[in-house]
């Protein structure tokens, strides 16, 4: 039997379902396609699904739950298909946001570019027409870790942390970018600025975007990110969207 | 008519919790809410109302408060000084803040937050289905001088209750299970967890409370290759300088830093409210353990209501009442009903 998927308990919060060792597109395809069919089940006990870059964590209380009936319903779903090769979710939207990179609003593009080993139009040019897809929402509210970029972009996490990026900074490490929703400290590279919100509480869609959701960053000029900032009242940014087929 | 709960002055660290914002974990959003949900139980006994009904939470100390119309307030959890224009009141119970009355809430005697409940509730307007603010997600904000709180209608009309609150203020032994990446760490890495008495450092707030340590940190092998995953309130994280972080409500929903255990839900109020100092030490249990303490836990807390005395309103007897609990934490009522296999 192989190691993966592996199923283990998170305290007495729920239980993980762990399709690989790191991060992989299947893998990641299998978290998101095991959370929907969990969430189709309507199993009573599950009270929250959600998943992370590879795997689908099913909330439910272990105090009362007996985790043997629960395990076994569980590898019989696990059963039904070959989940590293599911499709992605239905209904994905791709999204345009426009980016300013570089600049004083986001001064590391420069340095990202020296690390990876490219001049920074060439690191623009590429970034600005790569299209990235949300592995996961996580570590605050609504904020997408989109992915995978080139090897190229294989760079590390910086040494220090910077200490604050201002929502809507476009930031990049290990192949993948984050756009932040809240002003945050961070290990990543700060190369683009966006008026994306992310997470808008007071609206009727609170959470802009959806792991599978795909998305396109392209360059715009100071003058233009300063017109969509004072002009948006959306608090998307400029952003526009089309539905997947 | 709507009564007003008026914040005259706002102590440092005031917002308003409820019992969190479960359901957006997938969207990134923790469920948040009040850092000790047992004091929000023993407000609503104490009120005879329900336990999800909004409260003021101070971290730290509270502030001066009135109310443009009679209402019943009680006071929940870190044991604060407290008067009503200057007459001192009992914690841990309910009592009659008439209109145009001045209350004041000092600073915590044990403990770190305190709570403010009022009957009705406070009934500002639902983020997303709950009241609560999430500080760290970026919902709400804390509490300032000015402002003016509008508060749901109060079906009850009791006042001068009380109930015995669980000694949960002074650190002690709180019990961890293990959770999914435990055995990441070597066996002797985690007997060593087990053995040490870590003291509450400083370093700590709605998302999470830092344990300091003397001797070495603690690690695992593959620390830093460990993919993100899912992250629940009471997970232990070893962060990069082998220091464990006790994650709170407020906390992220993802992270790669490892888990060597999870405090278990009824044992979390004791992190949250031990003070800066305070020693902790951390005992495995095993998941049946857990599971008996957990559903015990969870029984005590619906019967709370059932607990609930009159307070003694004799002058005399009230003060003897206050230096009772400043010293314990606890009234003197007979049973504690959160002591455990005792």
């Known amino acids: 039997m192989s190691e993966w998927p592996k199923i283990r308990t998170v305290g007495l919060s729920g239980v993980l379902v762990t399709f690989a060792g790191a991060m992989s597109e299947p893998g990641n395809r299998a978290a998101l396609a095991f959370r929907s069919a969990v969430d189709e089940q309507n199993w009573p006990e599950v009270t929250e699904t959600s998943t992370s870059l590879v795997s689908t964590f099913l909330e439910v209380d272990l105090a009362s739950v007996p985790l043997a009936a629960l395990t076994e319903r569980i590898e019989n779903l696990l059963e039904k298909q070959d989940w590293l090769a599911a499709p992605l979710p239905a209904g994905r939207k791709l999204w345009h946001v426009p980016t300013l990179y570089g600049t004083e609003l986001a001064p590391q593009l420069e340095e990202a570019a020296e690390v990876a080993g490219i001049d920074p139009a060439a690191a623009v040019q590429e970034i600005s027409t790569s299209r990235v897809r949300v592995l996961t929402i996580g570590f605050a509210p609504g904020q997408p870790y989109m992915g995978e970029l080139s090897e190229t972009w294989n760079i590390p996490r910086q040494q220090g942390l910077t200490k604050s990026v201002p929502p809507g900074a476009l930031v990049i490490a290990i192949r993948q970018l984050i756009v932040f929703t809240n002003a945050a400290p961070t290990g990543w590279r700060h190369i683009g600025q966006t008026a994306f919100g992310t997470f808008l509480p007071d609206s009727d869609q609170p959470f802009t975007l959806s792991p599978g959701d795909e998305l396109i960053f392209p360059s715009v000029s100071p003058a233009e990110f300063e017109r969509i900032r004072s002009t948006d009242t959306s608090g998307l940014g400029g952003a526009s969207r089309e539905v997947l087929k | ?341 005792s």
Request: hydrophobic share 40%.
């Open chain 2, 1 to 341: 008519m709507t009564a007003h709960l008026t914040i005259e002055t706002a102590g440092p660290a005031m917002s308003v919790q409820d019992q969190g914002r479960p359901g957006y974990r997938a969207q990134g959003l923790t469920i948040g809410g009040a850092a000790d949900r047992i004091a929000l139980s023993e407000g609503a006994a104490i009120l005879g109302q329900l336990p999800e009904y909004a409260a003021i939470e101070m971290a730290g100390s509270g502030g001066r408060f009135t109310a443009d119309r009679d209402i019943r307030i009680a006071l929940t959890g870190a044991t604060m000084s407290a008067n009503i224009d200057g007459e001192a009141l009992a914690w841990n119970a309910s009592h009659l803040l008439r209109a145009g009355a001045v209350l004041t809430i000092g600073g915590a005697r044990n403990g770190t937050y305190g709570y403010l409940h009022v009957g009705g509730g406070i009934d500002t307007p639902p983020v997303m289905r709950s009241r609560a603010s999430h500080l760290a997600g970026g919902i709400g904000t804390l509490l300032q001088t000015g402002d003016v709180l509008p508060i749901g209608k109060d079906k009850g009309r009791e006042t001068a209750r009380t109930l015995s609150s669980s000694d949960r203020f002074g650190g002690g032994t709180v019990r961890i299970v293990a959770s999914m990446q435990t055995e990441d760490f070597d066996p002797e890495t985690v007997a060593r967890f087990t053995r040490n008495t870590f003291r509450r450092d400083a370093r700590a707030n709605r998302m999470g409370v830092r344990m300091d340590f003397d001797g070495d940190g603690f690690s695992t092998a593959g620390q830093l290759s460990i993919v993100s995953e899912v992250v629940v309130p009471g997970d232990i994280q070893i962060s990069g300088d082998g220091a464990p972080y006790v994650l709170m409500y407020e906390c992220q929903t993802t992270g790669g830093y490892p888990r060597i255990g999870s405090v278990l839900p009824c044992d979390l109020p004791r992190i949250a409210q031990a003070q800066t100092g305070a020693q902790i030490q951390f005992e495995m249990v095993d998941m049946e353990t857990a599971m008996i303490a957990q559903c015990r836990f969870a029984s005590e807390l619906s019967a709370l209501g059932k607990q609930v005395v009159p307070l003694v309103r004799d002058p005399a007897t009230m003060k003897d009442l206050l230096s009772f609990q400043l010293v314990s934490g606890a009234v003197s009522a007979p049973a504690n009903p959160f002591e455990q296999e």
